[in-house]
């Protein structure tokens, strides 16, 4: 397992910080509900303004972490809802506004495996002459029968072909996984990481099952009908999730929260540095 900021630190000399940005696209899953566990906000950062444009986000966010953090290098980071759902002319619109500012190292784009194609990949692909480009997939599950359950509107086989698409452009690729899905059992989350493995990916991002105030599972929760993972739960099934992977994959998230305003449940996990550590120490023995 290599923790993504060291990978970061380790290429470039320094600590390299990630700037969360709102294209302002949609999600295709929107019509139909949405996934059960998302809200309006669609992943987007507590700190975030989608009515600033990408520019502004990054030259707002850029001067923050310079002056509180002494940060010199970052990655665009294109991470609410779905920033391959449009035509490639404007997806290139969106990500041309982040090319040119000095101290960008790195273009993540956070989309989902039903809105890829070969075009967009080539136009993802030119951009790697001058980043370090990752495409993150959600993926969730790769239980069929989970992904219809939690309404996430595409297969794991879905995920797959998109997956080999992007590496076949030679683009780094990081998947999304939620650990504690209703319904799953320990045993689905590790065919869910050793099939992960078989795909070569070269990032993974785990994240604990939360209810976010507003989401489908709001309700469920509030009516008993939803249980969580307790933290040591959590910490167990993360360090046995992460040793069917490979031991050369980038782990680039380890847990995960709403932000103070939209998270409800488990409080626990609003102390995201103590749950970290215990799944470092526990990955240590």
């Known amino acids: 397992m290599i923790l993504y900021n060291d990978y970061l630190k380790a290429k470039y000399g320094c600590k390299v910080y990630r700037i969360a940005l709102d ?11 949405g996934c059960i566990y998302c809200n309006s906000k669609g992943s987007r950062a507590f700190y975030t303004d989608p009515a600033l444009s990408i520019q502004k986000q990054i030259e707002t966010r850029m001067e923050y972490l310079k002056k509180s953090k002494g940060a010199e290098k970052f990655i665009a980071y294109f991470q609410a809802h ?53 495409v993150e997939y959600g ?17 794991f086989d879905d995920f797959s072909n998109a997956v080999r698409l992007t590496k076949g452009s030679g683009i780094l690729v990081c998947a999304h996984v939620i650990l504690g899905l209703p319904g799953e059992t320990k045993e689905d989350m590790m065919a869910t990481a050793k099939k992960l493995a078989k795909l070569k990916i070269e990032g993974i991002k785990m994240h604990l099952l939360h209810i976010l105030k507003g989401s489908q599972l709001e309700r469920s929760y509030m009516e008993g009908k939803i249980t969580l993972l307790e933290q040591d739960e959590y910490v167990e099934l993360a360090r046995e999730f992460l040793s069917n992977l490979p031991p050369d994959i980038i ?23 103590a749950t970290i550590r215990k799944i470092l120490m526990a990955n240590d023995k």
């Not at 993926?139 to 297969?155: F, V």
Request: glycine letters at 10%.
């Open 82 to 134: 779905t920033n391959t759902y449009a035509p490639a002319n404007r997806l290139k619109a969106a990500y041309d506004q982040a090319d040119g500012f000095d101290g960008i190292v790195g273009l993540s784009i956070g989309t989902r495996p039903d809105t890829i194609d070969r075009e967009k990949l080539k136009l993802i692909a030119s951009y790697k002459e001058r980043y370090e480009v990752w």
């Open 139 to 155: 993926l969730q599950s790769a239980n069929d029968r989970t992904l219809k359950s939690i309404n996430r509107g595409h297969t």
């Open 251 to 273: 782990v680039q998230r380890l847990t995960g929260q709403g932000s103070r305003g939209d998270h409800i449940a488990p409080l626990w996990a609003l102390d995201k540095s």
């Open 23 to 33: 294209a302002g696209f949609s999600c295709p899953n929107i019509k139909s509900g």
